[in-house]
């Protein structure tokens, strides 16, 4: 969908059979190379799963790692979740949205993401009964010339 103020796309990405956090930048950076045309803005990136949620956080220096790590200590896998189809734990799933909401919104400026020096837009995803994920991302931007 697009007009001249708002333009939205879907990412379809494989995350595999592993807990996994997906640096999302790229993605980002491209959509709104067509989408922002030099324009200010906003840039919203939704994850439509009940089991994933987005980030925006250094990666590549072992903070992705780290969260995975985290994660695993404030929601522990085994079988203390009432919520009990899927792997064993995967009712902690369910509960990550909470911590990791599903969604982000960031400024646009120029049509460049104006993100701080180390940090990067990610899909933290920790269902690994569910390598499919959709992601949405959208752009807000003002009308006209930069």
Known sequence: ????????????????????????????????????????????????????????????????????SALHILLPADDRWQHRHGHPGHGRDHVLPALVPPHATLPVIAGRLELGTWQSVCLVDTNVDNAERRVRLSFLGGVGDA
């Not at 939205?8 to 059979?17: D, F, M, Q, R």
């Not at 592993?18 to 190379?33: K, R, S």
């Not at 250094?58 to 790692?65: F, I, K, P, R, V």
């Open 1 to 68: 969908m697009s007009s001249a103020a708002f333009t939205t796309t879907v990412l379809h990405l494989t995350t595999g059979s592993t807990e996994t956090v997906t640096d999302l930048t790229p993605d980002c950076e491209q959509f709104l190379a067509r989408a922002a045309s030099g324009r200010d803005g906003l840039l919203n990136i939704f994850v439509p799963h009940a089991t994933a949620g987005i980030a925006v956080l250094e990666t590549g220096a072992g903070s992705d790692d780290d969260l995975l």
